[in-house]
T-cell receptor, first 114, second 111 residues
Framework: EPEVTQTPSHQVTQMGQEVILRCVPI?????FYWYRQILGQKVEFLVS????????KSEIFDDQFSVERPDGSNFTLKIRSTKLEDSAMYFC????????????FGPGTRLLVL | GENVEQHPSTLSVQEGDSAVIKCTYS??????FPWYKQELGKGPQLIID?????GEKKDQRIAVTLNKTAKHFSLHITETQPEDSAVYFC??????????FGKGTRLSVIA
């Protein structure tokens, strides 16, 4: 069964450093998402991406964040200058169509900013 | 925007009993309501979903009901087993909008 994969599974970084989180969505999906889950809290939407551009973003997704689909398979989330409060699980998801269609989540990357 | 409330935050049941988790939503235009199960250290896994054109959907021991008038939907798990222990999230969305999640319910099934 196709699945979303994410690397790395864990990332530890110093405050102010840049991190890149990587995702490989399901191959025939066209819509890609990043979500964040701070420990013990609910899953929060960050950004959605379609046709090589951002379709929607939340207030959390400020100028420190960017997304990219550098090739036909990878989808990345970059945090330019990490802050302590960026520590969270980051989940990538993909779907065939937007909103109202099943989104499949990857296993997540646990980011710890020290 | 959409707001999803989920109750209870924790739920303990004896093995074999039923578990019910309830969610309410605020946006009457929402038309898609998935439920995800999240095990420790893993990503959310879709277990069942329902669209606004139906009132109930069942898949083996799991069922979801939707009341559009009251804007609430519920997850029902029957004959619970220890492996059902996890955090369950409800979510809601409408066309071309991202999922909005509830805060989650930690279900513990006691053997």
């Amino acid at each position: 069964e196709p699945e979303v994969t994410q690397t790395p599974s864990h990332q530890v970084t110093q405050m102010g450093q840049e991190v890149i989180l990587r995702c490989v969505p399901i191959s025939n999906h066209l819509y890609f998402y990043w979500y964040r889950q701070i420990l013990g809290q609910k899953v929060e939407f960050l950004v959605s991406f379609y046709n090589n551009e951002i379709s929607e973003k939340s207030e959390i997704f400020d100028d420190q964040f960017s997304v990219e689909r550098p090739d036909g398979s990878n989808f990345t989330l970059k945090i330019r200058s990490t802050k302590l409060e960026d520590s969270a699980m980051y989940f990538c998801a993909s779907s065939r169509t937007p909103g109202g269609e099943t989104q499949y989540f990857g296993p997540g990357t646990r980011l710890l900013v020290l | 925007g959409e707001n999803v409330e989920q109750h209870p935050s924790t739920l303990s049941v004896q093995e074999g009993d039923s578990a019910v988790i309830k969610c309410t939503y605020s946006d009457s235009a929402s038309n898609y309501f998935p439920w995800y199960k999240q095990e420790l250290g893993k990503g959310p896994q879709l277990i069942i979903d329902i669209r606004s054109n139906v009132g109930e959907k069942k898949d083996q021991r799991i069922a979801v009901t939707l009341n559009k008038t009251a804007k609430h939907f519920s997850l029902h798990i029957t004959e619970t087993q220890p492996e059902d222990s996890a955090v369950y999230f409800c979510a809601a969305s409408r066309r071309n909008t991202p999922l909005v999640f509830g805060k989650g319910t930690r279900l513990s099934v006691i053997a």
